[in-house]
Structures are given as structure tokens and as C-alpha cells.
């Protein structure tokens, strides 16, 4: 497996890739292509880089990873679904890891990607902290319970 450097000539994969990312992880996030692209490209412009998985000029992924942070951050991790189940997500892993000359990484998993979840922890990744949200379904629930104590 080789790793490369996306550039901005990758950036329209790269957010092709990120799509199907957040479908595969059935985020919230509502942003289209182009808006990805856009937002991809801020990223490479400023602390992240972009590692590009390749097999005999195939690309079967990539990372994103914020230099900025101590330990680096792991913000996207992608293998494409025709290359799943092959052993190639855990292959990237290793030469990304390799790649940066660093095992110390942190991450994000949503709570209910299971897939996920199971696949990070088989490469050693311990949960740190609960990352919570409040969202509006929540609020119009609160809404209706008298949360003060007074009757």
C-alpha cells in the first residue's frame, strides 16, 4: 500500500469519499459535494493534511489528520466500500501510523456507528471522554418538564 499527500487536484475525490463517509456513518452533516470540497480545501489549507491510501493505482481511501493538535487528530479515516472487508482499512492504519512516525493518536467515533466503534478498538484505541450534544429534539421535550422544582 502507498500513502500519498492529497493536493488540490484530489480535492473533488476527496469529497466524493467524505459523502459517502458521512452516509456510511449516517452523520448529520447535510453539506453536499461541493460544500465538502469547499470545506476540504480549508482544511488542507490550514493544519490538516490529506493522506491518500493508493494499491496498484487504486485508491482505496484516506485519512485526514490535524497537525495542530498534540496528539494528532484523526479527523476522517475512509476506506472505500469496494475495498472493505479485504483487511485494507487496518493496512492503511498501519502505514499511515508508520507514515507519520506516530502510534499516539486521538479520534472521534458517532456513538452509534457500532462498525466503527468495533474497528478502532481492535487497533488498540481506548475510550478518553464522552463527547455529548444538545439537540432541538431534546429542547422541545425539556419544554414540556418543569425543570426549575417549582409547581
Known sequence: ?????GSEEDLDMLAA???QLIEDERHDNP???PQLRERMQSFIEGSYAA????AEDTV?????VDH????LYLRQFFISRSSRGQGNGKAAFRALTQFLGTDDLDIEVMHWNEQGYR???SLGFQERSVYMRRSHSFDSVSDKTNV????
Do not use: Q
Request: charged share 25%; aromatic share 16%.
Open 148 to 151: 426549575s422544582g417549582d409547581d
Open 31 to 33: 453539506m453536499d459535494i
Open 17 to 19: 469519499m467524505n459523502k
Open 68 to 71: 495542530s493538535r498534540s496528539p
Open 51 to 54: 493522506y491518500i491510501f493508493e
Open 60 to 64: 482505496l481511501g484516506y485519512a485526514l
Open 119 to 121: 474497528f478502532w478498538k
Open 1 to 5: 500500500m502507498n500513502i500519498r499527500i
